[in-house]
């Protein structure tokens, strides 16, 4: 079926290091891609997205790389601080503009 | 600022009540908003599509007779959950898409609402 997963549920960096984060997919069919940042308690927040004609996106800060080739897609966030801490999430529109959410890495920054 | 909000922000209700959370996108009007649940150290998953002037669509494994969607406006829609049981405690977060610049779409989400059933 439809997935999008994630290789590494938490992820821990000390500050003002560069994070990795990855997301793998099944739907070859999407075309558009979005990264979420979730705190605590609270809906995901918006950070970057890209769409398929595209392989890579910079932000302030964040860059999303797409490889549809292999079904891989990762952001990358530059001099991480410790207001990065959260859970970040990929997700896919699947065409009828709902999104299918991976199951999340949570990034820890160490001071 | 917060494009999109929700109310309640938490809600503690007894078994077998109904609970009623609102969804509203803020300046901008939305024909149709996304509910999503959230189970703790989970992801998001999508309940149902809320159509202003039509009925809502539920994705498989979602009773509709138990969360009842009402998209009464342009910028308004609603998720009753009917008869809460504990195993309907959840995070419930809903999505509108907005219109960017060139004709981009961003789904903006709410906070959401903790519901905690007794």
């Known amino acids: 079926g439809e997935s999008v997963g994630l290789h590494l549920p938490t992820l821990s960096v000390q500050e003002g290091d560069n994070s990795i984060i990855n997301c793998a997919y099944s739907?070859?069919?999407?075309?558009?891609f979005i990264w979420y940042k979730q705190e605590s308690g609270k809906g995901p927040q918006f950070i970057i997205d890209?769409?398929?004609?595209?392989d890579k996106r910079q932000g302030q800060r964040v860059t999303v790389l797409l490889n549809k080739t292999v079904k891989h897609l990762s952001l990358q966030i530059a001099a991480t601080q410790p207001g990065d801490s959260a859970v970040y999430f990929c997700?896919?529109?699947?065409?009828?503009?709902?999104?299918?959410f991976g199951s999340g890495t949570r990034l820890q920054v160490q001071p | 600022g917060a494009v999109v909000s929700q109310h309640p922000s938490r809600v503690i209700c007894k078994s077998g009540t109904s609970v009623k959370i609102e969804c509203r996108s803020l300046?901008?009007?939305?024909?149709?908003m996304f509910w999503y649940r959230q189970f703790p150290k989970q992801s998001l998953m999508l309940m149902a599509t809320?159509?202003?002037?039509?009925?809502?669509?539920?994705e498989q494994g979602v009773e509709k007779d138990k969360f009842l969607i009402n998209h009464a406006s342009l910028t308004l829609s609603t998720l009753t959950v009917t008869s809460a049981h504990p195993e309907d405690s959840s995070f419930y977060i809903c999505?509108?898409?907005?219109?960017?610049?060139?004709?981009?779409?961003?789904?903006?989400f709410g906070p959401g609402t903790r519901l905690l059933v007794l």
């Open positions: 999505s509108a898409p907005r219109q960017g610049t060139g004709g981009s779409e961003t789904q903006y």
């Open positions: 739907n070859s069919a999407s075309d558009y």
């Open positions: 890209i769409r398929s004609n595209m």
């Open positions: 997700a896919y529109d699947t065409g009828r503009r709902a999104l299918t």
């Open positions: 300046d901008f009007q939305a024909t149709t």
């Open positions: 809320s159509n202003e002037g039509s009925k809502a669509t539920y």
